[in-house]
């Protein structure tokens, strides 16, 4: 069985300070994890994705996740906000070893930018 | 690349009535596709998953007699949602993974804002 804790359901940071989204992860198999981005009434776009290379994972729009097994986590980070990064963020597990397991989202985290 | 279409993007029917929403898969072959549904301000839960030229598989929960999918193409999937009523009311997203993809690889659709009036 696989699952996806995100610790906050919304995050509120000032225009160019760090972000930080917290994810934790269970699952059977080796996972693989991704963060998936989504702009009000808009649909998902991905934002990087852990398939057992490198833990240290760099997406788009200057966005990256550390993978951490001991830690069962998958945080996103970035450096410097803007304020188009607003949006709703989904944390995503998939079992590589179990055939056609589809994704199971996180419950979301929103993310405000305050100029 | 990579690019999924969901149509219409917006509708609003009475209760009572069917409606139709399509995914497409406009420069890839999609031998799965997935079928989605987000209410407001929650997380996306599936409802299905989409074969070409089989029947879906519905999670459980989800009444496979209300929402009747069809996956006729490699490139097309149709959810019908029967005899709508408000409370299927809720943002329908598709997802398609290209086939011979990574079994994790879902390429998602803009979505489709139900309403049931």
């Known amino acids: 069985a696989q699952s996806v804790t995100q610790l906050d359901s919304h995050v509120s940071v000032s225009e160019g300070t760090p972000v930080l989204l917290r994810c934790n992860y269970s699952s059977s198999y080796s996972p693989s994890l991704f963060w998936y981005v989504q702009h009000p009434n808009k649909g998902l776009q991905l934002l990087l994705k852990y398939t057992s290379a490198a833990t240290l994972v760099k997406g788009i729009n200057g966005f990256e996740a550390e993978f951490k097994k001991s830690e069962t986590s998958f945080h996103l980070t970035k450096p410097s906000a803007h304020m188009s990064d607003a949006a709703e963020y989904f944390c995503v597990v998939s079992s590589r070893n179990s055939g056609n397991t589809p994704l199971v989202f996180g419950k979301g985290t929103r993310l405000s930018v305050i100029a | 690349g990579a690019v999924v279409s969901q149509h219409p993007s917006r509708v609003i029917c009475k209760s009572g009535t069917s409606v139709k929403i399509e995914c497409r898969s406009l420069?890839?072959?999609?031998?799965?596709m997935f079928w989605y549904r987000q209410f407001p301000k929650q997380s996306l839960m599936l409802m299905a998953t989409?074969?070409?030229?089989?029947?879906?598989?519905?999670e459980q929960g989800v009444e496979k007699d209300k929402f009747l999918i069809n996956h006729a193409s490699l490139t097309l999937s149709t959810l019908t949602v029967t005899s709508a009523h408000p409370e299927d009311s809720s943002f329908y997203i598709c997802s398609a993974r290209p086939t011979g993809g990574g079994t994790d690889t879902q390429y998602f659709g803009p979505g489709t804002r139900l309403t049931v009036l």
């Open positions: 989409s074969n070409e030229g089989s029947k879906a598989t519905y």
């Open positions: 420069d890839f072959q999609a031998t799965t």
